[in-house]
């Protein structure tokens, strides 16, 4: 497995190295009475964790400009300077943080604020949920519909 790039293993072991920070911020989100409530918490961080871990992280695990502004182009939403900023502090709860921690984007997606960025995300996962069934008329769910 010699594939004599070091940039490739660094990088995998910098993805590795952020997402057991990740997980490790799960953990104690997992423990929080705050959270005590929510359903399938576990399994939404695990989701949002995956999320968090597909945006382009500055070398201290955070999202910064460069990487969200990457991610919504992905997604075919190009913003503003002016938006992404006010995106992120949006998230950040400050106008002078120019990253999204982890933590900040837990808050935001467990939170009940409706954030720009939540939105979009929450979007984006139900477009992508539409995009693998059938193509028709789109079917509403039902109870029985539940497996």
């Keep these: 497995m010699d594939s004599g790039v070091q940039g490739g293993k660094a990088y995998g072991l910098l993805k590795s190295q ?7 911020i799960n953990e104690a989100f997992l423990t929080d009475p705050k959270f005590a ?28 400009m460069m990487g969200l502004k ?9 913003k503003t300077h002016l938006e992404l900023k006010k995106m992120i502090s949006e998230v950040a709860g400050s106008a002078s ?6 933590h900040d984007f837990l808050n935001m997606m467990l939170g009940k604020r409706n954030a720009i960025l939540k939105l979009i995300l929450m979007f984006e ?23």
Excluded: C, H, W
């Excluded at 990457?70 to 190009?78: I, V």
């Excluded at 943080?97 to 982890?102: A, G, R, V």
């Design 18 to 24: 952020q997402e057991e920070k990740l997980s490790s």
């Design 37 to 64: 409530e929510e359903e399938d918490l576990a399994s939404k961080l695990e989701t949002f964790k995956k999320k968090y871990m597909e945006f382009d992280l500055n070398n201290k695990g955070e999202i910064d």
């Design 70 to 78: 990457r991610m919504l182009e992905k997604m075919g939403l190009a």
């Design 97 to 102: 943080k120019d990253t999204i921690s982890y």
């Design 125 to 147: 996962g139900m477009g992508k949920e539409q995009e693998q069934k059938s193509v028709g008329p789109p079917t509403r769910k039902t109870f029985s519909d539940l497996p």
